[in-house]
């Protein structure tokens, strides 16, 4: 049985940071995709950042409103995946989900592409 458990979130003002990490079970982190999502209350979900399998090159994947300020990682030790949030703005308020593939994938930061899926974790920055 997969399991993801998100850690990390919490309240920060503009300009802060924070890191998110996903610890996964019954599952190989480096060995397929992995991806961070999150939604807005009243908007969708959206892709963050992805990052591909290690024997594909471990390829990284960002939107463009989070380019040059997050950074998704992973720890093939830990079995852990981490996104490091900086220069966060009240834009990035949200429920972050980790999310994990079945597979090969064709869209890195299309939700409906990964099969399993975190609680999420919540992100408030104040202005």
């Known amino acids: 049985q997969v399991q993801l458990v998100e850690s990390g979130g919490g309240s920060v003002q503009a300009g802060g940071s924070l890191r998110l990490s996903c610890t996964a079970s019954?599952?190989?982190?480096?060995?397929?995709?992995m991806g961070w999502f999150r939604q807005a209350p009243g908007r969708e979900l959206e892709g963050v950042a992805a990052?591909?399998?290690?024997?594909?090159?471990?390829?990284?994947y960002y939107a463009d409103s989070v380019q040059g300020r997050f950074t998704i990682s992973r720890d093939n030790a830990k079995n852990t995946v981490y996104l490091q949030m900086n220069s966060l703005n009240p834009e990035d308020t949200a429920l972050f989900f980790c999310?994990?593939?079945?597979?090969?994938?064709?869209?890195?930061?299309?939700?409906?592409?990964?099969?399993?899926w975190g609680q999420g974790t919540q992100v408030t920055v104040s202005s």
């Open positions: 999310a994990a593939a079945s597979g090969w994938i064709g869209y890195r930061l299309r939700p409906s592409d990964y099969a399993y």
């Open positions: 019954g599952y190989s982190v480096k060995n397929n995709f």
């Open positions: 990052i591909g399998p290690a024997l594909a090159g471990g390829s990284t």
